[in-house]
């Protein structure tokens, strides 16, 4: 891994009418021990292993911590809790999945300990967030990889392949029917029905939203000319709100195509598609998602972790699937409480180590130890 332009080795707005209101954005999921987003305890410690977990663990400062933001790491935040917990008992995270922009607007606020997103902190939102801290940067410190899937409901076709130029006229209106030339171009032999396309979209400020439309500019520069952003710029389609949201409106619309979570597609059952970069069609795996986050760099030296995954988005690399989404966690580096500090250091230490273990299983690519290593020290930097 090198440092600046780090290679890592391995591993609001709406247009249309929103659909689906699968989470109330005031519904505080409190993520214990037994309530997270996955019902997948296969990997809970043994009392041993917890003990051995909390010597190694510094288990300071209050029990009780608060965030909100992304609907993308939910899951991954349910497994680092449920490993906190087992390391320091007594210990919860009280997660509310509201969305990205959300997430970061109520951190700023001083409403919740830290924000989840799946987009780093830009523009005057850098300078809100170190007020908020007094005076000191907020840092983005991402703890988890993330594929999302392109999931769809198109009866009678078990296979589907899509690529970037395809997805931007999509979601953009221009490419209309699911037997459009353009894409049985990259589906020989497969019957594409006579129906129309319907886009899925995140109504509310998403994350996902922002690195979509990222991979889109990287993959599809000459079709998308939408920019990127945490709003859909897309004018296509119908929105949801929140991950769950996009599941539930791609279930119940038959032609449909959506953005979401590996995750949240794999627990709704819906099939999603490969992705063809250039170099043929890649079918989303671990190991492919993987394999493209060597492609992510470190935009700079410091502690604070931004990633620039600029080059993962218009990799055209053999067997890499390219739509992998960085999630953060935003966190003071300096102004909070005694208490809080130890708090957040203590939740954030045992996700980047033991909270690592089930994420696979989620959905999630846990982060290559060589990574482990920068975000650590980035933690044990909060003061």
Known sequence: MKVGSVKLNSIGKSVGRPFGMALSATAIVA?????????????????????????????????GVTAEG???????IAEFNKAWGQACPGKNLSYNPTGSGAGREQFIAKQVD?????????????????????????????VVFGPSAMAHNLEGVDKLVVYGDVLAKMFQGQVTKWNDPAIAALNPG????????????????????????????AAAP??????????????AGEGAQKSAGVVQAVQATPGAIGYVEKGFAEQAGL?????????????????????????????????????????LYASTEEGAYPLVQATYEIVCSKGYDADTASAVKSFLTVAADQGQANLSPAG???????????LVTSINAIS
């Open 222 to 235: 000459q079709a998308w000319t939408k920019g990127a952003g945490s709003e859909f710029n897309g004018g």
């Open 271 to 311: 099939p999603f598609a490969q992705v063809d970069t250039g170099s043929g069609a890649v079918e989303l795996t671990d190991e492919s998602a993987g394999k493209a986050i060597d492609a992510a760099t470190f935009a700079g030296e410091g502690e604070d972790l931004v990633l620039t995954l600029d080059a």
């Open 114 to 142: 830290f924000a989840g997103s799946d987009s780093a902190l830009s523009g005057d939102q850098i300078t809100a967030a170190a007020e908020r801290c007094g005076g000191n940067p907020a840092w983005n410190l991402p």
């Open 70 to 76: 992304s609907t993308a790491q939910q899951n991954a």
């Open 364 to 374: 999630y690519v846990p982060l290559p130890d060589t990574f482990k290593e920068r």
């Open 31 to 63: 993520l214990t021990l037994t309530a997270c987003g996955s019902d997948n305890n296969s990997g809970a410690a043994s009392p041993a292993a917890a003990g051995d977990a909390a010597a190694s663990a510094e288990c300071g400062g209050k029990n």
């Open 190 to 217: 497969v019957n594409l029905p006579d129906a129309d396309v319907k886009p899925i979209y995140r109504s509310d400020s998403s994350g996902t939203t922002d690195n979509f439309q990222k991979y889109l500019a």
